[in-house]
């Protein structure tokens, strides 16, 4: 059982009670709510006469269903309008701060929250949205939840949760020019299943974690849930502490200086006890590409879609599923595979970090013939500093078409979609069959600059063949 | 699509035993955006949703996907494999497949939010050992009217045949079934006083 670990640390400051049935009450630090997972939570509130705990610890965005050509109102999808009209009447009725379009902090909800220093070490973060563990990079312990959790959360400032065991992943050395947290991610959960984590929360720690900016921690952290566990965390440092520094909503002056020695001290101890520890020398890993329909199915960009005889007896079944559904052969290689919309942007990889390197290999380039190139920065906030760099110009120069902020075609609630069969290289989390929008649709995930790659080529290419030549 | 519904009977105060015949999904890692495709989420009520569980699966199959056999109208148990339901938090999920007529789940595995999830409108999630879902599975295919009796107690299987398969159940979640208290809300609000002692002991609630 593990012991001294941030975890067990943040896990114990927030017990509340002991529940029938053996579960803990846990209280909720920070709550985020959008407009898919929260209605019928709302709903329920209603229906049961119950008030809002604590309105002022939920936090409110727009995200998955806004277009991002016009987002002029009313939405030309009258769904998409009623659900952001219904959050906008939620918020409003129990006081409920919401960063709406045009308010110049609307964004994905897990790049707001750390943009606007909302999420900060030590807290409980729970959101009705699996990427919630990307909140876990600044040391928080922060999880996914259903919308009866929603309601739960809203009524009681609290959740009925079972404590999980702590795996320690430890990252050796350091990720190569061209590789990026999204390649270690998809690296170690083709190595530990997406089920591996099943019933943990990750510790990512190691040289090569400590190496990396905030951004890429979170980009570590979000995918967690691909591998199975509910939440994953960075132990907070001083790269957590720079980052937060003079955000809106981070700690000032004489509090600040009480907030970091806090911060420091729920750090996972030189003595802690883990369930279980990990080890990957992040120096071995390449650009990494999935082939599958699971962000298991991964490969470098140098290997060949493995064959059956290359895969564990378990996962053939999935593996033939998969050979069927994305029509690549196995025994081939990835580089070369045609693609047809290239997507940057999502809560994974949506960030200004994300969209300066895709933008480097962009630069002086332009998207290949009949493929369909657009970014969408992950929030207002991204999209006016990226702006403000030029990136925008950059990328128009090059052929992409540059969109206004929201989740687009990571889950295609808006109409960014692919159509038919269509391929697409795509920065975001998820490659399960119709993800992006059509039942049909093939998803190959990767970093954003291999977004950028394969936009050039047409084709998935190795990136690091790019940014080591000039254009 | 046509669905036999059974939203009538949602689940409600201790649950004793889930009765019925079983639907039988094969395949590892059904993710819920198979389950239940994003675009059916552009909804503020769950209403509709039990019309759609596995829309893409099922329109692929035209007719031939379990959900839209006729010999499985009505069933009441679901019998999967390995990591059933990960990706995506979204409720909608469990909630397309209670609205469809499912009340109890037989897997070999299931991810945790979708557990959670499925425990929060008291629908059980048993387990199995790889094997038993294996000969479960081939024994309903073969025989798919049997009905079928879960017991919360004994977490156990029986088949109208009289076979018998012992199954797992978490004791924290069978006791909250098996009692009735599997909805969360009203236990939550009953700590208003340690609640409040916590927020008062965290820093950051406080100013630091």
Aim: with cysteine; glycine share 10%; aromatic share 6%.
């Amino acid at each position: 059982m593990s012991a001294g670990t941030l975890y067990d640390k943040v896990w114990d400051l927030h017990r509340v009670a002991q529940l029938p049935g053996g579960s803990t009450q846990l209280f909720i630090g920070l709550h985020l709510i959008h407009e898919v997972t929260s209605p019928q939570a709302f709903a329920a509130l209603k229906d049961l006469g119950l008030p809002v705990r604590l309105p002022e610890r939920t936090v409110a965005t727009v995200d998955h269903i806004v277009p991002t050509t016009s987002q002029a109102r009313p939405f030309a999808d009258p769904l998409a309008e009623e659900m952001l009209a219904t959050l906008e009447r939620n918020c409003s009725d129990y006081g409920i701060p919401l960063h709406g379009l045009g308010s110049g902090r609307q964004g994905i909800v897990h790049v707001i929250a750390p943009e606007l220093g909302l999420t900060q070490p030590g807290m409980t973060v729970a959101c009705g949205d699996s990427h919630t563990s990307t909140h876990g990079a600044f040391g928080a312990i922060a999880f996914g939840i259903g919308t009866s959790q929603v309601r739960d959360v809203l009524a009681s400032q609290s959740l009925s949760m079972g404590k999980l065991k702590v795996r320690r992943i430890w990252v050796e050395g350091q990720l190569q020019p061209g590789v990026y947290a999204k390649d270690l991610v998809l690296h170690i959960i083709r190595v530990l299943g997406v089920k591996g984590g099943v019933g943990y929360a990750y510790e990512f720690a190691g040289p090569a974690i400590d190496a990396l900016a905030m951004e890429e921690r979170m980009t570590l952290c979000n995918m967690a849930i691909e591998g199975g566990a509910r939440c994953g965390y960075v132990n907070p440092d001083a790269v957590t502490f720079a980052y937060l520094q003079g955000r809106p909503y981070a700690p000032k002056a004489e509090a600040w200086e009480r907030a970091v020695a806090w911060w420091r001290g729920l750090a996972s101890g030189a003595d802690a006890v883990f369930d279980d520890e990990v080890r990957f020398d992040a120096a071995a890993i390449a650009p990494t590409v999935t082939w599958g329909i699971t962000p298991g199915q991964g490969i470098g960009v140098d290997e060949t879609v493995p064959t059956l005889e290359q895969t564990e007896p378990d996962e053939r079944p999935l593996a033939q599923e998969a050979y069927r559904y994305m029509d690549l052969q196995p025994g081939t290689p990835i580089a070369g595979t045609a693609v047809d919309v290239c997507f940057i942007g999502s809560c994974t990889n949506g960030r200004l970090s994300d969209l300066q390197a895709a933008a480097a290999v962009a630069k002086g380039r332009h998207v290949a013939p009949g493929i369909k190139a657009f970014v969408v920065p992950g929030s207002e906030q991204v999209a006016a500093a990226a702006v403000a760099e030029g990136l925008d110009r950059v990328f128009r120069e090059a052929g992409f078409e540059w969109r206004e902020p929201g989740c687009s075609m990571c889950l295609a609630m808006n109409p960014d979609r692919l159509e038919g069969r269509q391929i697409s290289a795509s920065s975001s989390n998820r490659n399960f069959k119709g993800r992006q929008g059509s039942a049909t649709g093939r998803t190959l995930l990767m970093s954003p600059a291999m977004v950028a790659a394969a936009a050039i080529a047409g084709k998935v290419c190795d990136v690091r063949q790019m940014i080591n030549t000039t254009p | 699509m046509t669905a036999a519904m059974t939203t009538s009977s949602f689940p409600l105060g201790p649950i004793a035993a889930v009765r019925g015949r079983a639907v039988v999904i094969v395949g590892d890692d059904i993710d819920t955006d198979r389950i239940i495709p994003a675009r059916f989420l552009k909804c503020v009520t769950f209403d509709g949703l039990g019309e759609q569980v596995f829309a893409d699966d099922r329109a692929e199959l035209s007719g031939e996907h379990p959900f839209d056999r006729p010999e499985l109208q009505g069933a009441s148990v679901l019998v999967v494999n390995r990591n059933f339901g990960c990706g995506s938090s979204r409720e909608h999920a469990p909630q397309a497949l209670m609205r469809w007529g499912i009340r109890a789940v037989v897997g070999e595995s299931f991810a945790e939010i979708f557990y959670g999830n499925c425990l929060a409108l008291g629908i059980p999630c048993f387990t199995a050992s790889h094997a038993s879902v294996l000969s479960l599975q081939e024994q309903l295919i073969a025989d798919p009217a049997q009905e079928l009796t879960l017991s919360l107690a004994t977490a156990s299987l029986e088949a109208s045949g009289g076979q018998l398969w012992q199954l797992e159940i978490q004791a924290g979640p069978q006791q909250m079934l098996a009692s009735g208290q599997w909805d969360a809300t009203s236990q939550l609000l009953a700590h208003e006083c340690e609640l409040a002692q916590t927020a008062e002991s965290l820093p950051y609630i406080n100013g630091f």
